[in-house]
């Protein structure tokens, strides 16, 4: 099983950015999709962005439309990024990356079809 380690989480100002990346331990062969999601307490596990090896296919959430931006690493492709832009305070959560390897799935947008998860990076925004 893929193992991934997310980084760059961390405290902002309402206005402000991060950025996340996401590492996977091997590199990936054949097509998958990586993802952010994000999860609140109480909350379920929501959909933020993910992307699709065949096509550089992209899928954002409403709420991240237009303020992040998903992008796998020019040079390893099996790291991405996610660059968030104009952050809000219902932006606060623990970030998982996600991952599956195979065909596309319209259920990429879910955590449905994603078979490997990192531990999470806190993303706090203060108002």
């Known amino acids: 099983q893929v193992q991934l380690v997310e980084s760059g989480g961390g405290w902002v100002q309402a206005g402000g950015s991060l950025r996340l990346s996401c590492a996977a331990s091997?590199?990936?062969?054949?097509?998958?999709?990586m993802a952010w999601f994000r999860q609140s307490p109480g909350k379920e596990r929501e959909f933020v962005a993910a992307?699709?090896?065949?096509?550089?296919?992209?899928?954002y959430s409403e709420s991240a439309k237009g303020r992040f931006t998903i992008s796998r690493d020019n040079a390893a492709s099996n790291t991405v990024h996610m660059e968030m832009n104009n952050l809000k305070p219902e932006d606060t959560g623990v970030y998982y990356c996600?991952?599956?390897?195979?065909?596309?799935?319209?259920?990429?947008?879910?955590?449905?079809?994603?078979?490997?998860w990192g531990q999470g990076t806190q993303v706090t925004v203060s108002s």
């Open positions: 996600g991952y599956y390897q195979g065909d596309w799935k319209i259920e990429l947008v879910t955590t449905t079809p994603y078979e490997s």
């Open positions: 992307i699709y090896s065949s096509g550089g296919r992209i899928y």
């Open positions: 091997r590199r990936t062969f054949g097509d998958y999709a």
